[in-house]
């Protein structure tokens, strides 16, 4: 049930009042209690989870990607600052620069929340590397959020020698716990709209992923032309072609095609 009761805002409050406080919990695990509740409008949840017993104030920052660069994750932020602003936490949404939010994300671990888009992946192994407490000191994509629980580390290596119905089961035990314990929330798809041409190349119509090392070496050019041109809105990958540096990679398709094997016969 959704609970639609209005809290008392900031602008609200008298100078006498106090805002609710948690002395005793992280700000990250802050959010995941929030995260099931504000989610689906449990005000009246939300603030049973604070305290008026401590003056201190909870001060919590969003990093993000300002507006003319995502402006789709500012929303998402704004409307989650605001929503934890009418609880009492002084949430700020905090805009910055893709290379510098990704190096205080992937290398730093500066942050107490941030929103941005996920590079993705296609098979579950992924996930032990994103979420097993073994890689949470590691740069990149390697468990950021400094998510740690044992049960998880033991599904996610079982999962590694099973097969078939019984490797299914234990995806689907290690994502309930990750929707119950929240190390990152999942709030949005964003639709992946590419174009091609076929008048200098074909093949793209029996191509799942176009925007991919397999997708570009899968096509045949129909004229003379030898050359596959392709445009792309982050021009991250193509500054910086070192694989190591996470901030500044986007996706892996480039990369894979200057050092997969295949790639490099084939151009």
Not at 9 to 37: C, H, V, Y
Not at 60 to 68: E, G, N, Q, V
Not at 250 to 258: G, K, N, R, Y
Request: hydrophobic share 35%; proline share 6%; with cysteine.
């Amino acid at each position: 049930m959704i609970h639609t009761a209005t809290m008392p805002s900031k602008q609200g409050l008298t100078d006498s009042d106090t805002f609710p406080t948690i002395p005793n919990i992280g700000r990250r695990e802050l959010l995941a209690a929030f995260g099931m509740t504000l989610g689906s409008g449990c005000i009246e949840e939300a603030q049973s989870l604070v305290s008026r017993d401590n003056a201190k104030q909870i001060a919590f920052s969003i990093k993000t990607l300002p507006a003319d660069a995502d402006p789709r994750a500012i929303r998402i932020a704004r409307f989650l600052a605001k929503r934890l602003n009418e609880v009492g936490i002084a949430a700020q949404v905090v805009p910055m620069e893709r290379v510098e939010l990704l190096s205080d994300i992937l290398l730093d671990h500066t942050f107490d929340c941030y929103v941005a888009c996920f590079p993705g992946f296609d098979e579950p192994d992924a996930l032990r590397t994103l979420l097993h407490s073994r890689f949470s000191t590691g740069a990149g994509w390697q468990n950021p959020f400094g998510y740690a629980n044992l049960n998880t580390d033991s599904q996610l290596i079982a999962q590694r020698k099973q097969s078939g119905l019984q490797r299914t089961k234990t995806i689907k035990q290690i994502q309930h716990s990750i929707a119950r314990n929240q190390p990152f929330s999942v709030v949005a798809f964003p639709d992946e709209i590419r174009a091609t041409r076929t008048d200098t190349f074909n093949g793209w119509a029996n191509i799942q992923q176009p925007h991919s090392a397999l997708g570009y070496l899968s096509v045949e050019t129909s004229t003379e032309k030898s050359t596959l041109r392709m445009t792309t809105q982050d021009a991250r990958p193509t500054e910086n072609l070192n694989p190591l540096t996470a901030e500044y990679k986007s996706d892996e398709a480039i990369v894979d095609l200057l050092y997969d094997p295949r790639a490099l016969d084939r151009w």
